[in-house]
């Protein structure tokens, strides 16, 4: 009997996913995909490298081999498999985002999930008296995992989006709110004629001109340490927006969508990468939007919207959509110009 048939078995699967969720957190941390990307490696070396003990070790990649991240090979070693693979560190993979999405900080405010759901309040504030930006601006060591963690999430977004959108009539593209430049790179990589604005808080972007030079893109990006709620870079083709308005509640994400509708000229388009949520009914398609919705009620207080509630939102701005655009990934980029143009 398949474990969906067995609806039992299949919602204690679930319930104890979290199980899951923490040991890749832990492998992530120990780094457990970046030492086993030259191969094999027995459990005592891989304790010796990790620091860790042998037999608690050995426990921990048995139990993610059965979720299919690692697999026992001969002689006793493991070895990573596809999927473990996609677990380094750094632009190899999604590492960063398993450390931080398993760190206690997140851990703490999704254990107030019910607090959220009975009041409507954001947990993490509810928790830590206050916000997730106020929490990294003061922590830079919690600013830096959780920086780490978007442009691991974003390397993975930029080829989709950059498959499903045509940058290439375009001069300038704005990445508000862009990070440490991990989108912006890749789009500036892709296409060598392009210039790029990279705004964003201050001690976010000041990680940005390394990984720019590295990425062979620091001569086309000015760099500007900023507040998207006061002003972004006048002129630009194209302002993109990626995981910005599903961070705040309407009114934050409209003033932010207005202060990109300022800096626009006319034939400049905003571009807004989100996960648009859709139905009912909801397919399990969408799970990755829904529960991201709870993620943003849990930690910055936001939202994900749905295709009419961006419509609305955007025309408010005074923008109009004109489309939007799927991609292989749970990300659509929603298209929008002046409405006044
Ligand atoms: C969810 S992250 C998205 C980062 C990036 N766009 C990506 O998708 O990888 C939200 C970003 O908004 C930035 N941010 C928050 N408040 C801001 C403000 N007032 N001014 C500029 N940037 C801000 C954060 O520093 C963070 O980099």
Redesign the pocket.
């Known amino acids: 009997m398949s474990e969906h048939a067995d609806p039992r078995r299949h919602l204690l699967r679930l319930i104890n996913g979290f199980r899951i969720s923490q040991a890749l957190h832990v492998a992530a941390v120990l780094r457990l995909s970046d030492h086993l990307a030259g191969g094999p490696r027995t459990v005592a070396d891989l304790a010796a490298v990790t620091g860790c003990d042998p037999h608690a070790l050995h426990r921990l990649l048995r139990a993610l081999a059965t979720a299919g991240v690692y697999a026992e090979a001969p002689g006793g070693r493991f070895a990573s498999t596809a999927i473990g693979d996609e677990l380094r560190g750094g632009a190899e993979g999604l590492g960063d985002w398993a450390a931080f999405a398993g760190a206690a900080s997140m851990w703490h405010a999704w254990s107030a999930l019910g607090h959220s759901i009975r009041t409507g309040e954001n947990a993490f504030a509810s928790v830590y008296g206050e916000s997730v ?1 106020e929490q990294r601006a003061r922590d830079p060591a919690a600013g830096a995992a959780f ?1 780490a963690a ?2 691991a ?2 390397r993975h977004v930029a080829e989709a989006v950059l498959e499903a959108y045509d940058f290439g009539a375009l001069s300038t593209v704005a ?1 508000v ?3 440490n430049g ?2 912006l790179a890749a789009v500036l990589r892709r296409h060598p004629h392009l210039r790029g604005h990279l ?3 201050p001690q ?1 972007v000041a990680a940005a001109p390394a990984l720019l030079a590295a990425a062979g893109v620091a001569d086309r990006c000015e760099v500007h340490p ?4 006061v002003a972004v870079p006048a002129g630009a083709d194209a302002y993109v927006l ?3 308005l599903h ?1 705040w509640p309407d009114e934050a994400a409209l003033a932010i969508a207005r202060t990109c509708r300022n800096a626009m000229r006319p034939g400049s388009v905003l571009l807004v990468l989100e996960r648009v949520l859709t139905g009912p009914p909801y397919p399990p398609a969408d799970l990755p939007a829904a529960f991201s919705d709870l993620n943003m009620l849990v930690a910055p207080g936001g939202q994900e919207r749905t295709r009419d509630e961006y419509e609305s939102l955007l025309r408010a701005a005074g923008l109009r959509m004109t489309r939007v655009v799927p991609t292989t990934t749970e990300f659509s980029v929603i298209e929008a110009v002046p409405s006044t143009s």
């Open positions: 930006w920086d978007m442009a999430l974003s990445d709110g862009g990070g991990a989108l705004l964003d808080q976010v900023g507040d998207l709620f990626k995981s910005i961070d």
